[in-house]
């Protein structure tokens, strides 16, 4: 289903308008990316600047909380269905999806829809040293962004194209075995025929362990998922804008379900 302008229009400014009554989401903190429960922003900030050129380089990339808002907002303009929201994730958001990883159990982690970053530097700033992660996104304005941003971090992957092309542009890297996957995109405005090739693509992927996670301002993905996952649990994060759905499912002990 695609976003007539009209709607496109409403919500965006609908969104603008929540701006004013939500102050939680501060997008002129310069370590938003890095926030953490456990670890002090100094520490996560420190951490990420090891795999850079520079820590001024990491400081930098994330002094304009603003051009990320920025770039998110002009992306959305241009292209409303494929963006789906005109602000970026906000830090509660991204603790909120993260709470339940594992991250020194991941060897390789796959980012569908990245946008401006927001998830993508804070997974950098969690994983292990030695780790990868592969961040999928159909605007070279996002990716571009990307890989100025977090500096050339050598575990970042960054690649122009779409989600539904993963196998492909793993299998490129020499890549296969997947322990987490985590989607931005905005199921409710794919084609049924791309979400299915996305969540079938996603469940080959990942380890008997693994799990896919998704926020999403609507529940279009949920039948998806069900078909494909053995359990699929549901949570919900008021403090970003718009309000997210956050879902988390997982494959059976084997990996193997039914039909797959
Ligand atoms: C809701 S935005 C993600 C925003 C991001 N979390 C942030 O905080 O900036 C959805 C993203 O999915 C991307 N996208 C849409 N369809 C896609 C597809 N088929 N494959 C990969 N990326 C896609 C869009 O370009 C956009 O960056």
């Given at each position: 289903m695609?976003?007539?302008?009209?709607e496109?229009?409403?919500?965006?400014?609908?969104?603008?308008?929540?701006?004013?009554?939500?102050?939680?989401?501060?997008?002129?903190?310069?370590?938003r990316?890095?926030?953490?429960d456990r670890i002090?922003?100094?520490?996560?900030?420190?951490?990420?600047?090891?795999?850079?050129?520079?820590?001024?380089?990491?400081c930098?990339?994330?002094?304009?909380?603003?051009?990320?808002?920025?770039?998110?907002?002009r992306?959305?303009?241009?292209?409303?269905?494929?963006?789906?929201?005109?602000?970026?994730?906000?830090?509660?958001?991204?603790?909120?999806?993260?709470?339940?990883?594992?991250?020194?159990?991941?060897?390789?982690?796959?980012?569908?829809?990245?946008?401006?970053?927001?998830?993508?530097?804070?997974?950098?700033?969690?994983?292990?040293?030695?780790?990868?992660?592969?961040?999928?996104?159909?605007?070279?304005?996002?990716?571009?962004?990307?890989?100025?941003?977090?500096?050339?971090?050598?575990?970042?992957?960054?690649?122009?194209?779409?989600?539904?092309?993963?196998?492909?542009?793993?299998?490129?890297?020499?890549?296969n075995?997947?322990?987490?996957?985590l989607?931005?995109l905005?199921?409710?405005t794919?084609?049924?025929?791309?979400a299915r090739?996305?969540i079938?693509?996603?469940?080959?992927l990942?380890?008997?362990?693994?799990?896919?996670?998704a926020?999403?301002?609507?529940?279009?993905?949920?039948?998806?998922?069900?078909?494909?996952?053995?359990?699929?649990?549901?949570?919900?994060e008021?403090?970003?804008?718009?309000?997210?759905?956050?879902y988390?499912?997982c494959l059976?002990e084997?990996?193997?379900?039914?039909?797959?």
């Open positions: 695609k976003l007539g302008k009209n496109a229009l409403m919500r965006w400014r609908l969104t603008c308008i929540s701006t004013i009554f939500v102050p939680a989401v501060k997008p002129s903190d310069p370590a990316h890095y926030d953490d002090g922003k100094e520490d996560l900030m420190i951490e990420a600047g090891r795999h850079c050129a520079s820590r001024n380089r990491v930098a990339a994330h002094r304009g909380g603003l051009r990320d808002f920025w770039i998110v907002a992306t959305f303009l241009r292209h409303p269905s494929m963006v789906g929201s005109s602000f970026p994730a906000s830090r509660r958001m991204v603790s909120h999806m993260f709470q339940s990883v594992d991250w020194n159990a991941i060897d390789l982690m796959v980012e569908y829809g990245p946008g401006a970053g927001a998830f993508t530097a804070t997974a950098l700033a969690r994983l292990r040293s030695d780790a990868r992660l592969l961040a999928i996104d159909t605007s070279p304005d996002f990716t571009q962004h990307l890989e100025r941003a977090l500096c050339g971090d050598p575990r970042l992957i960054v690649a122009t194209g779409s989600a539904s092309d993963v196998e492909a542009i793993l299998a490129e890297q020499g890549l075995r997947v322990d987490c996957i989607s931005g905005p199921f409710s794919l084609s049924e025929a791309e090739l996305i079938d693509a996603s469940a080959r990942l380890r008997p362990s693994g799990s896919f996670l926020y999403q301002m609507r529940t279009g993905i949920r039948p998806y998922l069900e078909a494909r996952f053995d359990k699929v649990s549901h949570d919900y008021w403090w970003n804008l718009p309000p997210c759905h956050l988390r499912a059976g084997s990996g193997v379900r039914h039909g797959r």
